[in-house]
């Protein structure tokens, strides 16, 4: 009787049925063959971890399961010395291999860059949706980013990059200071959302500092009358970064740095390195401030 190529992702192979599903199956899809064995330790370790990974990867990805003990003959011809043994097999060609239990994570990793076409894993979703927020706070759409930042928080609550991104956004709406601090503080420590999430809470002192100063405007027109008044150049980055205008709060900064380093005891370079952290070394904003922040310093 001729055996019927797989219908599902997961499916048991002998012998008889290996050329066809694997070798001949593999014209189409990418076969993971899993070598393994009922008395083997790390086979009951790994094989549920191959399942669910296969699973993921959708229906271009297909596990086909090969009991040694009752195929030990194919196991030698495929050079199969210990298991568990996982081969990976593309267009009837080996494309890669591995031998022994793995975390779930590699697995996750060298059977992914053989689906190209698989569907996003849960944590690329998630990178998804904050990329998407982020994107929308910079276009002025505060209430579609918080949607999906709330959207990213329902799926983990824990989502490091999506408290930041909430947190950043009630900054930007003026919510209560210590809103802004719980979100802050639900972050993992330790993590790089972490030290972002500290930057950001220099942002209050930013706040505070605008609103005192009777907003973004006001400090306008005090520097406009007096353009060597460092203080008000300072108190107008304060209120830029807390709008969320980090190119012209660098700006402002920089130039009392190149005027008084020394000001506020460094406060303008201290401002300028909790954008640094906030944003990132590679965000446009950002551009060369770091290098041209070091030179003028040093």
């Known amino acids: 009787m001729e055996v019927q190529p797989p219908t599902a992702n997961i499916i048991d192979v002998d012998a008889a049925s290996f050329e ?9 899809k990418t ?24 699973t993921q990867l959708g229906a271009n990805a297909v596990l086909a399961k090969v009991n040694v003990d009752e195929n030990q003959e194919l196991a030698t ?38 689906v190209p076409d698989a569907p996003a894993t849960e944590a690329e979703e998630a990178v998804d949706l904050t ?17 999906l930042y709330a959207q990213a928080l329902q799926e983990d609550a824990e989502n490091g990059a999506a408290l930041l991104g909430l947190a950043r956004l009630r900054l930007l709406q ?15 420590e330790g993590t790089s959302e972490w030290e972002q999430g500290k930057a950001l809470l ?14 973004r405007q006001a400090c306008t027109q005090r520097l406009l009358a007096q353009p060597d008044d460092s203080e008000a150049r300072y108190l107008l980055g304060c209120c830029a970064a807390v709008e969320g205008d980090y190119p012209s709060a660098l700006k402002e900064w920089f130039t009392i740095i190149e ?21 990132g070394r590679q965000h446009p904003a950002v551009d060369d401030y770091p290098q041209r922040l070091y030179r003028t310093l040093y």
């Open 20 to 28: 066809q599903v694997v070798l001949q199956g593999s014209q189409s």
């Open 31 to 54: 076969i993971v063959v899993d070598f393994w064995a009922p008395w083997c330790g790390p086979c009951k370790t790994l094989t549920p971890i191959l399942e669910e990974v296969v």
């Open 77 to 114: 011809a495929l050079r199969v010395q210990s298991i568990p043994a996982v081969k990976i097999v593309k267009d009837g060609q080996l494309v890669d291999e591995f031998t022994g239990a793995m975390p779930r994570e590699q697995v996750e990793q060298m059977l992914r860059k053989h």
């Open 131 to 147: 990329d998407t927020a982020r994107q929308r706070i910079e276009t002025g759409d505060h209430l579609g980013a918080e949607e």
């Open 174 to 188: 003026e919510a209560d200071e210590e809103e802004v601090r719980d979100l802050v503080g639900r972050i993992e």
């Open 202 to 215: 220099t942002h209050l002192e930013f706040r505070q500092l605008c609103h005192e100063a009777g907003g």
């Open 259 to 279: 005027k008084d380093r020394n000001f506020r005891d460094g406060a303008a370079k201290d401002a300028m390195v909790s954008v640094f952290h906030l944003l």
